[in-house]
């Protein structure tokens, strides 16, 4: 069995997991949670929406390049998705649970 049998590109996890570190060292929170979160969401979302990203930036940034980005970003996308969900089920079944605090 193979990554990609699993649905995994190698590409896009290594660029995704390039992307959480870097992430890590610019909210400067080195705790284990924030450090595991950041990069375990990085690799996920990057393998994941990584094709999409790459319709959308240059072409010369390539695989890796738009794996990083996507890993980079993906704790403010995965915040962006759980406030439009929040907002979608208060909508249609009330008030849910606060939204944590950032």
């Known amino acids: 069995m193979t990554l990609e049998d699993l649905g995994l590109n190698a590409a896009r996890l290594i660029g995704g997991f390039a992307g959480g570190v870097a992430h890590v060292f610019t909210v400067r929170d080195f ?3 924030v450090v595991a979160g950041s990069i375990i969401v990085g690799i996920l979302v990057a393998n994941f929406l990584g094709p999409a990203a ?3 930036v240059p072409s010369w940034v390539g695989d890796y ?8 970003f993906a704790i403010l996308i995965m915040q962006g998705i759980e406030v439009l969900v929040r907002k979608y ?3 249609h079944n009330g008030p849910g649970p606060k939204e944590p605090h950032s």
């Not at 390049?65 to 890993?71: R, T």
């Open 31 to 33: 705790s284990t949670g």
């Open 89 to 91: 089920l208060s909508a």
């Open 54 to 56: 790459q319709h959308v």
């Open 65 to 72: 390049g738009a794996a990083f980005i996507v890993g980079y």
